[in-house]
């Protein structure tokens, strides 16, 4: 006679009848971190005047984000660009112009210092400031509390359900992780602000800080869970 291998049901039976629940937790902190863009611009008659310009520009941009010290966790420059502007006029192709662009990140964890960074960087010449855009970081101790108390909301359903039966819980047969997400965030874009003269205004006073509130952050984490439980007596 051939062995067999039992093999469990998927589903209960009359002796060992189970329950399956699902736990969700949603969670409102503060944010932990903020993340600025910058776009940085030049202009000049040619190539190598207009490179000058943008470079000038952008270290003048990067010296005043890092004068901020460790409150900016990271900087990373990202798209970088030099175009010509072609006439639209005249026989041939005649360049009017070259542009440049330099598109920067920074993410700051000290949100009045946010403020104070903000209001200096659009006041830069030809340098428009995007954001800011509220976030927790990865590893944040928010996520790890939003599982926990998602589990225990199953374990408390699936006492209630048993309780209701007039049984209790016998053991956990499954537990499945079906994410932890943030709530979406709005469409992106935020705050915007720019500086377009050609040149500085020498009797233009310092601005004062903008005054930024941090958008609170909504943290959803949602688990299944399937347990055994001691037959009820219906």
């Known amino acids: 006679m051939t062995p ?27 944010p932990e971190i903020a993340r600025i863009g910058i776009t940085v611009t030049a202009r000049g008659k040619d190539r190598r005047e207009a490179l ?17 010290g460790d409150r900016v966790e990271r900087v990373e420059t990202g798209h970088f660009s030099i175009s010509p502007e072609l006439g639209r006029h005249g026989r041939g192709e005649r360049v009017r112009a070259y542009h440049g662009h330099v598109h920067i990140t920074a993410e700051l964890n000290d949100f009045t210092a ?5 209001t200096a960087l659009a006041d830069l ?5 995007d954001g800011p ?8 101790p928010t996520h790890r509390a939003a599982r926990r108390q998602a589990v225990h ?8 359900y048993a309780e209701a039966l007039g049984t209790t819980l016998a053991a956990l047969v499954e537990l499945a992780d079906t994410g932890v997400e943030p709530a979406p965030l709005p469409a992106p874009g935020g705050a915007r602000f720019r500086r377009a003269a050609f040149a500085a205004d ?33």
């Open 202 to 234: 020498p009797a233009d006073d310092e601005p004062a800080p903008l005054d930024l509130e941090p958008q609170r952050q909504h943290v959803h984490a949602q688990v299944d869970a399937r347990f055994t439980m001691a037959p009820p007596q219906l």
């Open 4 to 30: 067999t291998t039992e093999t469990a049901t998927p589903y209960g039976t009359p002796d060992t009848p189970r329950l399956a629940v699902r736990g969700e937790a949603h969670l409102e902190v503060d």
């Open 153 to 160: 909301e199953a374990v408390r359903r699936a006492r209630e």
């Open 52 to 68: 000058a310009d943008l470079t000038r520009r952008n270290t003048l941009a990067l010296d005043l984000v890092k004068t901020h």
């Open 114 to 118: 946010l403020g104070e960074l903000t």
């Open 133 to 140: 855009w509220w976030d927790l970081r990865p590893d944040s």
């Open 125 to 129: 010449d030809l340098t428009r400031v």
